[in-house]
T-cell receptor
Framework: AQTVTQSQPEMSVQEAETVTLSCTYDTSENNYYLFWYKQPPSRQMILVIRQEAYKQQNATENRFSVNFQKAAKSFSLKISDSQLGDTAMYFC????????????FGKGTKLSVKP | GAGVSQSPRYKVAKRGQDVALRCDPI?????LFWYQQALGQGPEFLTYFQNEAQLDKSGLPSDRFFAERPEGSVSTLKIQRTQQEDSAVYLC??????????????FGPGTRLTVT
């Protein structure tokens, strides 16, 4: 069965510092996508970054980057120069095999950025 | 353009009542997903539409849950005879492509359902 595990329920970081959120997953697929979504307190979930499994290069979007280790099935999110607006729940997600793209989400990590 | 909208944002229902939750996807988006998010958990898939066709309803927890998208745009999730365990946030998401796991899903703000 496919699973997504986020082992850090809560994390905090000082403004302007760097933080890394962990995610491990399990799938038998060889080609797949992985996603990090952000859900601020207002609850509208937005995509932060996506990674294609067949690409060896780690994805980067401005201050957000991933460390994708395919063999280890690890997909961590690094946030550089943390800002107060980064305070949110962060979810790692994997499309379910054989589906139309419906996502399997981890339980999330609550990130608090402190001034 | 406008994002995904959902209404109502909050709904309180007495146990046994029927509720209807509405989702307006982004115009032109073929795919529409419904998820259920319990407190402190990640969203869990309920059902998927490609245009007006409901292609996957494997996540619906019981036959009290019913969803439709009759004209391939607006979708309604209906819960009959609500139970306390139905209390959750119901999220709707749409995406441009059909049946592809590479397309970004755009989420609505959700409807928080509380069953008393």
């Amino acid at each position: 069965a496919q699973t997504v595990t986020q082992s850090q329920p809560e994390m905090s970081v000082q403004e302007a510092e760097t933080v890394t959120l962990s995610c491990t997953y399990d799938t038998s697929e060889n080609n797949y996508y992985l996603f990090w979504y952000k859900q601020p307190p207002s609850r509208q979930m937005i995509l932060v970054i996506r990674q294609e499994a067949y690409k060896q290069q780690n994805a980067t979007e401005n201050r957000f980057s991933v460390n994708f280790q395919k063999a280890a099935k690890s997909f961590s999110l690094k946030i550089s120069d943390s800002q107060l607006g980064d305070t949110a729940m962060y979810f790692c997600a994997l499309p379910r095999r054989g589906s139309q793209g419906n996502l399997i989400f981890g339980k999330g990590t609550k990130l608090s950025v402190k001034p | 353009g406008a994002g995904v909208s959902q209404s109502p944002r909050y709904k309180v229902a007495k146990r046994g009542q029927d509720v209807a939750l509405r989702c307006d996807p982004i115009s032109g988006h073929v795919s529409l997903f419904w998820y259920q998010q319990a407190l402190g958990q990640g969203p869990e898939f309920l059902t998927y539409f490609q245009n007006e066709a409901q292609l996957d309803k494997s996540g619906l927890p019981s036959d009290r849950f019913f969803a439709e998208r009759p004209e391939g745009s607006v979708s309604t999730l209906k819960i009959q005879r609500t139970q306390q365990e139905d209390s959750a946030v119901y999220l709707c998401a749409s995406s441009l492509g059909e049946g592809s796991f590479s397309y970004e899903q755009y989420f609505g703000p959700g409807t928080r359902l509380t069953v008393t």
